[in-house]
């Protein structure tokens, strides 16, 4: 519950604040959006199989956002950005589908 | 068993066959997952980090084994090999992380949404200014190919007038030449009939050639049908004017000395004939034999007369202006004074 608020909180903030994103950094900002929430649903799921762990939750949260911006970077770089996004877009889909199977499963028992 | 009319032992053995193409159900145990495992399936099975159950795994072993320290090395878990154990963390504490870690997540969240709605009315414009952009153009397309299609119809309407007017002008250049020929402003080359007249032999004053004697052969000549006409190497025109001053007999301003030779260019076959016919030729016949001229008339096949000197225009009026003033003798026969 106190996650959720939290959640909650940081929303009301970046809404209430509108922090100006550096241009460099606006390509990056969706897929590490994505990136993230791939976190908190394996997260949630951790949390609902009773496993989850503080440390891991953080380090994975980090790790996801900032590697899957490294990675569309690169790929800028190379002139092969939308289809390595289009990629990262598609594992990380993948994964959040099934962490949200596994989390319905949790929740209702089917 | 899948073929259960064929009998126990085939089926048997098509179940081995099978179970021996399917390589990644029978993994060898030495190869680590990601060799056997396709990647699709592979995502779909570890789509809970590793970390989550190697942490609660560790920790299940230490809550085990209370009091004791946990083994350096755990065989078989390769993420969590060469890191020591944590001990328990208290239950308030996850709790706070998560909050802040989701806090993080929430502003991420709502400053990529406010970042791609404040830039959606950008792009909106953009698009509405392209589109509009593209319909004035298209526009202006249609209006410049319509443009071209009226060039295009006018072109090949001045090309037919073109081709009309070169026409024209042919057909015109070759009435100039025909009226310059019969005028005598361009020189002329044809067969026609070489004349030669002198004075009679031993004869009085009374029996030189005269202007109006020559006026009469030139005047018969012309009706005969001769196209061009010279008397001593002097070209005729329809202005020309005999004149006798004194004895000697002028065209214009130049004397002439007898004997005349007088070339007329026209048909040599009917030229003489038509000559005795016509009335000035019947005159200058009758002038011959009373007066005794020295007249000799033969056939030539080449003759060539000069243009005679242009004349400065002293009046100019349009053709299509009045044609009843103009017309009248322009093309005629000359006239003797």
Do not use: C
């Not at chain 2, 963390?89 to 970042?115: E, H, K, N």
């Not at chain 2, 049908?225 to 301003?253: Q, W």
């Not at chain 2, 016919?277 to 009373?290: A, I, K, P, R």
């Amino acid at each position: 519950m106190i996650a959720a608020l939290g959640l909650l909180l940081g929303i009301v903030l970046g809404v209430i604040l509108q922090p100006d994103v550096p241009a460099g950094l606006e390509p990056y900002l969706p897929i590490a959006v994505v990136a993230a929430l791939d976190a908190v649903f394996g997260g949630l799921r951790a949390y609902l199989d009773g496993i989850f762990d503080d440390k891991v939750f953080v380090v994975s949260f980090v790790s996801n956002v900032v590697i899957a911006a490294a990675i569309v970077y690169l790929g800028d770089q190379l002139g092969v950005g939308g289809q390595l996004s289009t990629g990262v877009i598609v594992v990380l889909g993948i994964r959040i589908f099934s962490n949200v199977a596994a989390i319905r499963r949790h929740l209702f028992h089917a | 068993m899948p073929e259960q009319t064929t009998g126990h032992t085939t089926g048997h053995i098509t179940t081995r066959a099978r179970s021996r193409l399917r390589l990644p159900d029978t993994p060898r145990p030495d190869l680590p997952d990601q060799v056997v495992m396709p990647l699709l399936d592979r995502i779909v099975r570890e789509s809970l980090d590793e970390d989550y159950q190697v942490v609660a795994a560790r920790k299940a072993q230490i809550r085990r084994r209370p009091g004791g320290r946990p083994r350096g090395r755990q065989a078989g878990r390769p993420l969590a090999r060469n890191r020591p154990p944590r001990p328990p963390s208290r239950l308030g504490r996850p709790r706070q992380v998560a909050a802040a870690v989701m806090a993080v997540f929430g502003v991420l969240v709502s400053i990529a949404a406010v970042q791609t709605s404040r830039n959606a009315p950008e792009a909106n414009a953009s698009r509405a200014s392209l589109v509009e952009q593209v319909e004035s153009r298209s526009a202006e397309v249609a209006r410049l190919q319509e443009r071209l299609e009226r060039m295009r119809t006018s072109t090949t309407d001045l090309r037919a007038a073109l081709a009309q007017a070169t026409e024209d002008e042919q057909a015109l250049g070759a009435r100039i030449q025909r009226l310059e020929a019969r005028t005598g402003l361009a020189a002329v080359t044809g067969p026609g009939l070489r004349i030669t007249v002198d004075d009679a032999p031993d004869g009085d004053v009374t029996q030189q050639v005269r202007d109006s004697d020559l006026a009469a052969l030139v005047d018969g000549l012309w009706n005969a049908g001769a196209e061009a006409i010279s008397v001593n190497g002097k070209r005729l025109t329809n202005l020309t004017a005999f004149d006798n001053v004194g004895p000697a007999i002028h065209i214009g301003i130049t004397p002439l000395v007898p004997p005349y030779t007088i070339l007329a260019v026209g048909d040599p076959d009917t030229l003489a004939a038509d000559l005795l016919e016509s009335t000035f030729g019947q005159h200058w016949y009758s002038l011959v034999d009373s007066l005794g001229f020295v007249f000799d008339s033969k056939p030539a096949d080449s003759l060539s007369l000069p243009a005679a000197r242009p004349r400065r225009l002293r009046a100019v009026r349009l053709l299509d202006a009045d044609p009843d003033v103009n017309r009248p003798g322009q093309e005629g026969p000359v006239s003797a004074p």
